[in-house]
């Protein structure tokens, strides 16, 4: 019933070799997987240090674009403005007052005219925005 050391069945010396030769190849190629999952997770993580360090770089710079652009926009209304101030001073001086009513007409009108177009574009801007997110 019970197999003794003697009943066992004997396998050949080549075999045994050649199990030991599989085995070891398959360690070498075990081995060489996992250095070349190292090496893509190396890779991955430089690849997303860099994309990262670029993607802070143009949010820095669109911030800095947007804070110029709002500079920008507040030098020519307050250049508006100041034209606007000349003009009606040199017509109150002239005496020209119904040409100071049409020029604050004018700028009324115009005003809201700016003002409805930049709320338009600032929806449409958003609306984009979020339909590419």
Known sequence: MFLSFKTRPKYPAELIQQFLDNQSKELELK?????????RDTNNFEYS??????????????????????????KVVLACILALTVIVCLALYVGRE??????IRVAFYGGCGAIAGSSY?????????????
């Open 98 to 103: 119904q040409f100071i009513l049409e020029i």
């Open 31 to 39: 081995s060489q997987e996992l250095e070349l999952a190292k090496q």
């Open 121 to 133: 574009q600032k929806s449409k801007r958003q609306e984009s925005k979020n339909n590419v997110e």
């Open 49 to 74: 240090k860099i994309a990262t360090d670029a993607q802070l770089k143009d949010l820095t710079d669109e911030r800095k674009h947007q804070r110029e652009m709002w500079s920008n926009s507040m």
